[in-house]
């Protein structure tokens, strides 16, 4: 479930009376995000070099729900945090680990946080943001202009507000130039193409097709596109400036669209990026809403990449491919169970729940069938890189590797965790549950969803079993006690 649903929901209420009203609509800043680019070779990107990956391998991806969500992947992260392990890099953290992340709507907040900042700004982002009303930087009232403007102009809030208090109070204005920088972890920050209906990514690929420089665009303003929920936000533009720069499609895309066995999420993108690129005057700005209502885990992108069969260890490099031994994805999910009381009785929802009840069932039927999606991705991604590693003669693998030593083409295992609620126990979890989707938490409830991650992620039976089967000299947090000990 994604951010503001509840406000949406006392709105519909109001909106009975403005058909019988008439106003004059306001400025409404909804200028494109982004700039042009002359040359596709100009585009910056997460460099994927051999040192980019180790044996051991962790990717987080944080899925929507407002500050509940953000609270939760934090004290997820939190948790991680306390734990070491014995890498190619010698005793290392975990959030240290951690080479991929993706985030939706709240969980995007976290994702690009801890991407531009790492484990050394996770305590600033607790006292930052998840301490703060981050309602303040977008209006919330209930009332018939809100609902004017919602008829109008499509949303309550354009990009003047949001964004800016994001820059103000978090990102400090830092465009994915800073992330670019860091070189790692890649994060992937998701919201919604509306009219293809499909995920759109920010991240260098999706740019280049589009003729525009994503190390431009401010982390703030894609954060906030990633949690514009309808009507409580105007839709977000993304400008698309055609074949100026001299990029293309990548042909995966191009087979994507002409290969009716093709998965279906790879068709649904390949077809909305080549309609973008076949007709820029038409399709001139891609426009964008909470991610939530695509793919509310925000796994749409690895999936996509691993559909590119071209190189079956994509979108890992060769060098990378073959020092890779274990490889942990965690999806940490903020969602809710249902809720209401409308089933006990004879009467239908009221017009008021109705509305919420019916974009979460469209959402969570989204995200069970994404993670099934995902983990067959992951299963299939696994078997291929086997098979491409047996293949390798001596020489091959002592060009890509350096030596033979300790080389088991075989020894690979790739392992997907879902940490939900469910890890913290049944009591926290009925808690957990009464939270509202809302970007604004009271001090005792923050403080109980952030325990929450860090319980689930400890619960995590998944975890556990990572934790118990890595190399015998790591040292991790006690999984019992909370003290460190060596395995």
Same mark, same amino acid.
Request: glycine share 10%.
């Given at each position: 479930?994604?951010?503001?649903?509840?406000?949406?929901?006392?709105?519909?209420? %109001?909106?009975?009376?403005?058909?019988?009203?008439?106003?004059?609509?306001?400025?409404?800043?909804?200028?494109?995000?982004?700039?042009?680019?002359?040359?596709?070779?100009?585009?910056?990107?997460?460099?994927?070099?051999?040192?980019?990956?180790?044996?051991?391998?962790?990717?987080? %991806?944080?899925?929507?729900?407002?500050?509940?969500?953000?609270?939760?992947?934090?004290?997820?992260?939190?948790?991680?945090?306390?734990?070491?392990?014995?890498?190619?890099?010698?005793?290392?953290?975990?959030?240290?680990?951690?080479?991929?992340?993706?985030?939706?709507?709240?969980?995007?907040?976290?994702?690009?946080?801890?991407?531009?900042?790492?484990?050394?700004?996770?305590?600033?982002?607790?006292?930052?943001?998840?301490?703060?009303?981050?309602?303040?930087?977008?209006?919330?009232?209930?009332?018939?202009?809100?609902?004017?403007?919602?008829?109008?102009?499509?949303?309550?809030?354009?990009?003047?507000?949001?964004?800016?208090?994001?820059?103000?109070?978090?990102?400090?204005?830092?465009?994915?130039?800073?992330?670019?920088?860091?070189?790692?972890?890649?994060?992937?920050?998701?919201?919604?193409?509306?009219?293809?209906?499909?995920?759109?990514?920010?991240?260098?690929?999706?740019?280049?097709?589009?003729?525009?420089?994503?190390?431009?665009?401010?982390?703030?303003?894609?954060?906030?596109?990633?949690?514009?929920?309808?009507?409580?936000?105007?839709?977000?533009?993304?400008?698309?400036?055609?074949?100026?720069?001299?990029?293309?499609?990548?042909?995966?895309?191009?087979?994507?669209?002409?290969?009716?066995?093709?998965?279906?999420?790879?068709?649904?993108?390949?077809?909305?990026?080549?309609?973008?690129?076949?007709?820029?005057?038409?399709?001139?700005?891609?426009?964008?809403?909470?991610?939530?209502?695509?793919?509310?885990?925000?796994?749409?992108?690895?999936?996509?990449? @691993?559909?590119?069969?071209?190189?079956?260890?994509?979108?890992?490099?060769?060098?990378?491919?073959?020092?890779?031994?274990?490889?942990?994805?965690?999806?940490?999910? %903020?969602?809710?169970?249902?809720?209401?009381?409308?089933?006990?009785?004879?009467?239908?929802?009221?017009?008021?729940?109705?509305?919420?009840?019916?974009?979460?069932?469209?959402?969570?039927?989204?995200?069970?069938?994404?993670?099934?999606?995902?983990?067959?991705?992951?299963?299939?991604?696994?078997?291929?890189?086997?098979?491409?590693?047996?293949?390798?003669?001596?020489?091959?693998?002592?060009?890509?590797?350096?030596?033979?030593?300790?080389?088991?083409?075989?020894?690979?295992?790739?392992?997907?965790?879902?940490?939900?609620?469910?890890?913290?126990?049944?009591?926290?979890?009925?808690?957990?549950?009464?939270?509202?989707?809302?970007?604004?938490?009271?001090?005792?409830?923050?403080?109980?969803?952030?325990?929450?991650?860090?319980?689930?992620?400890?619960?995590?039976?998944?975890?556990?079993?990572?934790? @118990?089967?890595?190399?015998?000299?790591?040292?991790?947090?006690?999984?019992?006690?909370?003290?460190?000990?060596?395995?």
């Amino acid at each position: 479930m994604t951010t503001g649903w509840g406000l949406i929901k006392q709105w519909s209420l %109001a909106g009975a009376v403005v058909l019988a009203v008439s106003a004059c609509a306001g400025s409404v800043d909804n200028a494109p995000i982004n700039e042009p680019i002359a040359r596709v070779s100009d585009q910056e990107g997460w460099p994927l070099g051999p040192d980019q990956f180790g044996s051991t391998v962790v990717g987080v %991806a944080f899925s929507g729900g407002g500050m509940r969500a953000s609270a939760f992947s934090y004290g997820v992260l939190s948790e991680l945090d306390r734990y070491e392990m014995a890498t190619d890099r010698g005793q290392t953290r975990m959030t240290d680990m951690v080479d991929l992340v993706t985030g939706v709507s709240g969980g995007s907040v976290t994702a690009a946080y801890f991407g531009l900042k790492g484990r050394e700004g996770l305590p600033a982002f607790r006292s930052r943001f998840l301490e703060r009303n981050a309602e303040q930087g977008f209006d919330t009232d209930v009332s018939l202009g809100n609902v004017l403007r919602i008829v109008e102009d499509g949303g309550v809030n354009d990009r003047s507000r949001f964004p800016r208090w994001l820059d103000e109070n978090l990102f400090d204005g830092a465009t994915y130039a800073d992330l670019f920088a860091r070189k790692r972890p890649l994060v992937w920050i998701a919201a919604s193409d509306i009219y293809s209906r499909v995920p759109f990514v920010f991240e260098p690929i999706t740019f280049s097709i589009l003729c525009s420089d994503l190390s431009k665009v401010r982390l703030s303003e894609a954060v906030a596109a990633s949690a514009a929920v309808p009507g409580l936000f105007i839709p977000m533009n993304v400008e698309n400036f055609g074949a100026s720069c001299g990029g293309h499609v990548p042909q995966w895309y191009q087979r994507g669209v002409a290969d009716t066995t093709a998965p279906a999420t790879l068709r649904a993108s390949a077809a909305a990026v080549m309609r973008y690129r076949g007709d820029p005057e038409k399709y001139r700005y891609v426009k964008l809403l909470d991610g939530g209502l695509t793919d509310n885990f925000g796994i749409h992108s690895l999936a996509v990449a @691993r559909t590119n069969r071209d190189r079956p260890y994509m979108p890992m490099t060769a060098e990378q491919a073959v020092r890779v031994k274990r490889f942990l994805f965690l999806v940490v999910d %903020a969602g809710r169970d249902p809720a209401g009381n409308w089933p006990r009785t004879l009467a239908s929802p009221s017009g008021m729940e109705l509305a919420g009840v019916v974009t979460d069932a469209a959402i969570d039927s989204g995200v069970y069938k994404g993670y099934d999606y995902f983990t067959t991705i992951m299963r299939d991604w696994q078997a291929d890189l086997r098979r491409w590693r047996c293949s390798l003669s001596s020489d091959e693998v002592v060009k890509l590797r350096g030596t033979l030593s300790g080389w088991n083409c075989a020894d690979l295992t790739f392992t997907v965790g879902r940490v939900s609620f469910e890890d913290a126990g049944a009591e926290l979890k009925a808690e957990l549950d009464k939270v509202p989707t809302r970007f604004k938490l009271d001090p005792q409830t923050l403080e109980t969803v952030i325990s929450a991650g860090e319980t689930a992620l400890r619960n995590n039976a998944v975890f556990r079993s990572f934790i @118990r089967k890595g190399p015998r000299r790591a040292v991790t947090a006690s999984l019992d006690s909370g003290s460190q000990r060596t395995e």
